[in-house]
């Protein structure tokens, strides 16, 4: 059983392949899906993905969800559940955020689609090591803006090899370079190449 769906295919596939282990094994799984605005094509690259491998019938809800999202029906854009810090000061509550990034904004930092990305704001992290539990997170919106746990930032692409992503907000700068390899399994991650405080 998945009780928390994955945010990529890449990932989803990983987990299920664990019921079919060996030449020729077969297995059940089950996996629960949820909506969720900040992955928005996500039901539809599930919903591609089964087709592709075979499994019919793909469940009609996960097929309308997708056709939602598609048409501009399902909401795309979300409201914070927790009021970010600049929003709390000047009373504005919990407003709508901004468009989710473009894949054309990114760049190789599209990252098969993930926006959202959890941060552990310590030494160690910041130096290469490795955290132990989130710290923060942030979401990456359209026209360089971030949504974070500490209210608005901005980020901004970098020229190199690997291109490197800059961001920033509650006056702290971090770049960041994007990892494939996370503890050892082919996940998404990054590690901070330098940061500075205001």
């Known amino acids: 059983f998945i009780y928390d769906f994955p945010a990529t295919i890449e990932d989803y596939c990983h987990r299920i392949g664990r019921t079919a282990r060996g030449v020729g094994g077969s297995g059940i799984s089950v996996a629960f899906f ?33 056709d939602e999202v598609a048409v501009g029906k399902r909401q795309v854009r979300g409201k914070s559940k927790s009021q970010p810090a600049n929003k709390a000061v000047d009373g504005g509550g919990q407003g ?11 760049g190789e930092w599209n990252a098969h689609g993930q926006r959202s990305w959890l941060v552990c ?7 290469g090591g490795t955290c132990g539990d989130a710290t923060g997170w942030f979401v990456i919106c359209q026209g360089g803006r971030l949504q974070t746990h500490m209210g608005d930032g901005v ?4 020229q190199g090899d690997p ?22 399994q082919n996940r998404l991650n990054f590690v ?6 205001a």
């Open 34 to 66: 949820e909506y969720t605005w900040c992955l928005p094509n996500l039901a539809g690259e599930l919903a591609a993905h089964l087709r592709v491998v075979g499994q019919r019938p793909v469940p009609p809800d996960l097929d309308r969800i997708a």
């Open 96 to 106: 709508d955020w901004p468009e989710l990034a473009r894949p054309e904004e990114l």
């Open 163 to 184: 291109p490197q992503l800059a961001v920033e907000w509650g006056g702290s700068r971090w770049e960041l370079q994007l990892q494939h390899v996370w503890q050892g």
């Open 192 to 197: 901070s190449t330098s940061s500075s405080c």
């Open 155 to 158: 980020w901004a692409l970098l």
């Open 121 to 127: 704001e310590s030494m160690a992290a910041t130096n």
